[in-house]
């Protein structure tokens, strides 16, 4: 069952720390390397940050990392004759990086019950604006052969934050963000219409005036691929822009290894950590690990400094929220295609929790609209484990417990697992 929750009217904005306060490691645009496993070998690709580094307190950075070089998967496409080039593009008609094809496979998603969403709508919320987003979003699906997405036929819509179409000034780097999360919304779940928002900047307040107004557009699924660090004041920003009973909201877990960033750490979202994924010979035909590259290249997670444990999450080794729930694919090395024409060529591969957190986002989509009052981010935690992949090797830092290093049920980078369908994402 989902867990109740009791709405507060309190509103007040976030103030975070300054970005000479930003705790989190690694957090600068500066090209990074990371190694990770694919098929029986090991290839070391670089990446970037796709998003600036806040300037002052209480904005944001986005969690997406676009791939600059090195070897990262590849997929076929599904009309690879009219594919565009780029640096991604690959002349025997496949693009690096895994496609919708292969997320559906890794987390089962692929049978006739599963993939539907039909009716449902997943609400991106970003920072500025991507002109090109409808016809990357076209470009995407097509290449992959997906149905068709678009204002035409009411499948896509972008509005401001406050619902209308004085959209914010553009800004290629999330523009980049937003490929990402409109793309894994139409690898996951194919059928669902998709809502763009795009907050004014990445001030927490814009941020948060966004989500609320993709809930009150009606979306019963929210993802927020974005985050800072924490701050005493996040608890009162929790009842102005997350606490929405009934709507499946979730955050990213972070990009910098061992740490709790925030909207994640709110009680009322599902905080979504990353993995490394491997196409493997295993009877799932897949298998993960804790994506963690260094000490400052990684999935986050911990134990929140501020935010209270919820009822339904048991763990001993923390008094206050644990981050993360549950995750999906982040790994740059084991990377996911992204068609990008805003300052970019086309093809990319990016990672980051950035694409874990609409990956969630839309499984709660193709498992059906939440109960009202609930809080969906339980739901899995009441699921049978059978419903979730345990990921039990690897880590993110040197904490010394599970709230960095990944074991048999429960841990702080992985939560309870990546899905395995849609059981643990419906009450």
């Not at 699906?141 to 678009?150: K, N, Y």
Request: one cysteine or more.
């Amino acid at each position: 069952m989902r867990t109740p929750m009791n709405p507060k009217a309190r509103r007040t904005t976030l103030a975070l720390t300054a970005a000479t306060g930003l705790a989190i490691a690694g957090l600068g645009l500066g090209t990074q390397t990371a190694t990770a496993a694919v098929g029986s070998a090991h290839h070391k690709v670089t990446f970037t940050r796709s998003c600036a580094v806040p300037q002052h307190a209480g904005y944001l950075a986005c969690n997406a990392l676009r791939v600059t070089g090195g070897t990262t998967v590849r997929t076929r496409l599904a009309h690879p004759a009219a594919a565009p080039r780029s640096a991604a593009g690959r002349a025997d008609g496949s693009v690096s990086g895994y496609g919708p094809a292969d997320i559906q496979s890794a987390y089962n998603l692929a049978s006739p019950a599963a993939a539907n969403g039909a009716g449902e709508t997943v609400a991106i919320v970003d920072a500025q604006d991507d002109p090109n987003a409808e016809a990357d979003l076209a470009a995407y699906r097509s290449q992959f052969g997906l149905p068709a997405c678009g204002s035409d036929n009411g499948c896509f819509s972008k509005v401001d934050e406050n619902g209308g179409t004085n959209y914010p000034s553009p800004d290629s780097g999330w523009a980049g963000e937003i490929s990402l999360d409109l793309d894994m919304v139409s690898a996951t779940c194919p059928n669902c219409n998709i809502l763009l928002v795009e907050a004014n900047s990445a001030s927490t307040e814009d941020l948060g005036t966004a989500v609320n107004q993709a809930v009150a557009l009606g979306a019963k699924f929210v993802s927020n691929s974005y985050g800072g660090s924490e701050s005493a004041d996040e608890v009162s920003a929790d009842s102005s822009y997350y606490d929405h009973p009934g709507v499946a909201i979730t955050a990213s877990a972070g990009d910098s290894a061992y740490g709790v960033e925030y909207p994640a750490a709110s009680p009322y979202v599902t905080a979504v950590g990353g993995t490394s994924l491997t196409q493997d010979s295993s009877a799932r035909g897949w298998s993960e690990s804790v994506w963690g590259t260094s000490a400052s290249e990684g999935t986050g997670s911990g134990c929140s400094a501020y935010e209270a444990k919820p009822s339904w999450q048991t763990d001993s080794g923390c008094g206050n929220r644990t981050v993360a729930d549950v995750s999906a694919v982040a790994d740059p090395a084991t990377g996911v295609a992204v068609y990008d024409t805003y300052g970019a060529s086309g093809w990319q591969v990016y990672g980051g929790t950035s694409a874990s957190s609409p990956i969630i986002a839309s499984v709660y989509a193709l498992a059906g609209a939440p109960g009202a009052n609930t809080t969906p981010a339980a739901d899995a935690y009441a699921a049978d484990p059978s419903a979730l992949n345990d990921v039990t090797s690897g880590s993110n830092g040197d904490c010394g417990s599970y709230l960095c290093t990944a074991g048999p049920g429960y841990d702080g980078p992985t939560g309870l697992g990546t899905p395995n369908g849609t059981a643990a994402f419906s009450g």
